[in-house]
């Protein structure tokens, strides 16, 4: 029995990988007709055929622009499908003919066209899609207004109901989006030339898109949607890394709510510098599972301001945890926010406390790199305070957590080694007694409640005995 060969056995397994593999997207995008886009899809198609690339021109929309047109010239051009519509014959993207022919690369012009009836698809981007399921490449163009997620926002700024839509998907599939972009003035330039339309369709089309005003704002929406794209592919670049590290390349605000009345000064404060800066906020809680419920009026007061945060555009994001800096930071990296906004309570601090004691705030400016910490401070006698619901009453002080029997056992057993030690260099007993009073102290300020306290009493007893 003869053995099949390997090298033909893997050329058989490269063949079955290049038909299941899904073809690319390249589109080209501009904010207007006349920004040049099938003109720098052309000159892309002859380079691609000098690097000994099989592409072919799909469709091609006929523009009476003479430079357009003669980019056609040494490039394949495919049969289009006649279509009888009454009395006149309507030229169409023939699909049937593409997938035979099957090129590395095909242009296909207009990808918000909507197809003749007799069409296989309705829609011209879902012939596309056909195309990149063969594992053919597309290049197409669109322009900003025909996305569909921008439609309502089309019909205000160009004062035009745009009825051919494609689904923003298409955009975020994707492999390239590239930007053909002139100068509002420049594009008007050309349209009063007469290169980009014929007299009828410019006196409809001047009435409409062709108004400066209107070209800087469909302009403005174009440049957002291409830096949208390309913070994605930023994001999943980033994100795809083992360390997950801050890439400040658009601003990401994020401010911390708590339950305090203050925190509305901070939302408010973050919406202000998001409005000036063009950047989104995150607003976050972070609930410690460690500590008690919040009471009654706590709990009024963060729904209030996760409220205000909502009603001021940001993003709410509830999370559980331990270590608020360790928990800030680490979502901060992983949502590449470039701004933390904080508060602190304004209100004088005694040398010592300021000394031993660092808050939230200093250890976050501490840890945070590459990411700004804005503290915006308030006066803690105008806010309120609030108190975790009593449990138990009386009986709940006398209670002993894990921790803290922890905390007795550690600071007792170093007391008594320091007690023994002191006690065979000759020191008095005196000196003795005091250490033990020391250990119950300190057990006093790093546990709660009373219980750990009499516990450690005892025990000293004990020991010292």
Not at 178 to 193: K, Y
Not at 392 to 397: C, D, H, T, V, Y
Request: overall charge positive.
């Amino acid at each position: 029995m003869n053995r099949p060969d390997p090298e033909s056995l893997l050329n058989k397994i490269n063949k079955e990988e290049k038909k299941q593999k899904r073809g690319q997207l390249k589109i080209f995008f501009g904010y207007a007709a006349g920004v040049g886009k099938t003109y720098s899809m052309l000159e892309s198609a002859h380079s691609l055929k000098e690097s000994g690339v099989d592409v072919v021109v799909g469709y091609i929309e006929p523009h009476s622009r003479k430079e357009t047109l003669a980019l056609l010239e040494g490039l394949e051009v495919l049969e289009l499908k006649y279509i009888k519509y009454k009395t006149i014959d309507l030229k169409e993207f023939n699909l049937d003919l593409a997938l035979k022919r099957k090129p590395e690369v095909i242009l296909v012009d207009e990808l918000a066209h909507t197809n003749a009836k007799g069409c296989r698809h309705s829609k011209r981007w879902q012939d596309i899609e056909e195309l990149l399921i063969a594992g053919i490449d597309v290049y197409t163009t669109v322009n900003v207004q025909h996305l569909e997620s921008l439609n309502d926002i089309i019909e205000i700024v160009a004062n035009v109901s745009v009825k051919e839509t494609i689904p923003d998907k298409l955009i975020d599939i994707s492999s390239q989006l590239e930007l053909i972009d002139v100068e509002p003035d420049v594009l008007l330039e050309r349209f009063n030339q007469g290169k980009i339309y014929k007299k009828e369709q410019a006196l409809k089309a001047q009435e409409n898109f062709f108004v400066k005003e209107n070209l800087v704002a469909l302009r403005e929406l174009a440049l957002r949607k291409t830096a949208e794209k390309v913070n994605k592919e930023v994001e999943i670049t980033r994100l795809s890394k083992g360390g997950v590290e801050v890439l400040p390349t658009s601003e990401t605000i994020l401010v911390c709510i708590s339950p305090s009345p203050s925190t509305a000064k901070l939302i408010r404060t973050a919406s202000r510098i998001s409005q000036s800066s063009l950047s989104r906020v995150i607003a976050i809680y972070i609930k410690d599972p460690n500590k008690e419920e919040l009471s009654k009026e706590a709990k009024s007061q963060l729904e209030s301001n996760l409220e205000l945060a909502k009603k001021l555009g940001a993003e709410v994001v509830l999370l559980h945890g331990d270590n608020m800096v360790e928990d800030i930071l680490r979502y901060s990296k992983m949502r590449n926010v470039t701004k933390i906004i904080i508060g602190r309570n304004h209100r004088k601090h005694s040398v010592f406390s300021r000394f031993v004691k660092r808050d939230v705030v200093d250890k976050l400016i501490d840890e945070a790199d590459h990411i700004d910490v804005h503290v915006i401070p308030y006066k803690g006698e105008k806010s309120r305070h609030y108190r975790p619901k009593k449990q138990n009453g009386f009986i709940s002080k006398f209670k002993i957590s894990g921790i803290d029997i922890f905390k007795i056992v550690i600071i007792t057993t170093i007391t008594t080694l320091i007690a023994h030690v002191l006690k065979n260099a000759g020191f008095i007993q005196e000196n003795i007694y005091l250490m033990y009073m020391l250990d119950i102290a300190l057990i006093s300020v790093f546990t709660n409640g009373y219980g750990t306290g009499i516990i450690s009493s005892i025990l000293n007893i004990i020991l010292l005995n």
